[in-house]
Structures are given as C-alpha cells and as structure tokens.
Nanobody, 122 residues
Framework: QVQLVESGGGLVQAGGSLRLSCAASGRAFSRYAGAWFRQTPGKEREFVAA????????DYAESVKGRFTISRDNGKNTVTLQMSSLKPEDTAIYYC???????????????WGQGTQVTVSS
C-alpha cells in the first residue's frame, strides 16, 4: 500500500515557476514508478510526466517538454515536479500517482494523491 500527499501548488503569473512535491509512505514506493497527471473541469485526467523506480527513465507530455522536470529521491520517498515557464493553460489540479509500471495513462496507476491546485494567471 502506498499513500501520496502533494504539496506546492498555488497561484503564479505566466512565465513563473512552481515546484510540486509528492511525499509517499509505504515501503513499496521506492520500487514503483511515479508520475504526475493534471485535470481541469469537464476534461479527462491528462498525463504530464513519469519517472521509473530508480529515476533512470523519464517521460513527458509534449506540451510540457523543456519546461517541466520530474525527479525523485527514494531516500526521502518523494517525487518532485519542477515547473518553469508556466502558461495559463497549465492551470489544473495536479495529481501525484504511483504504481508498479511506468505509463502515460491513468488506469496503470493504483495509488493517487488528493491533488494540488496550480493556477497560472496571464
């Protein structure tokens, strides 16, 4: 069992930066992939970035490549999403997730945090 808690969301102006953190509990986390998805009202949850269990492989949505960086620290049981050059279209609730396999679709992940709001003003 893995429990996830996100932090770091907030309001930022376009072009600014935010750092999201996901704190995990559960011994399995260090062997699991981690990922971030986001969701806006009326839309499906959208893939943002993923990282494999040891941080050696990452994947990004085309819309965030070059602007967002995912990383992890298994010693601290955390996954971090560094977001830069933020745009108003990045506004969403951001969810941290984890599971045995790295993937870019939400059904692959059994464990989810509650989400943190990111709002980018123009």
């Amino acid at each position: 069992q893995v429990q996830l808690v996100e932090s770091g969301g907030g309001l930022v102006q376009a072009g600014g930066s935010l750092r999201l953190s996901c704190a995990a509990s559960g011994r399995a986390f260090s062997r699991y992939a981690g990922a971030w998805f986001r969701q806006t009202p009326g839309k499906e949850r959208e893939f943002v970035a993923a990282i494999n269990w040891n941080g050696g492989t990452t994947d990004y949505a085309e819309s965030v490549k070059g602007r967002f960086t995912i990383s992890r620290d298994n010693g601290k049981n955390t996954v971090t999403l560094q977001m830069s050059s933020l745009k108003p279209e990045d506004t969403a609730i951001y969810y941290c997730t984890s599971g045995p396999f790295m993937a870019d679709y939400p059904r692959r992940y059994p464990y989810w945090g509650q989400g943190t709001q990111v709002t980018v003003s123009s």
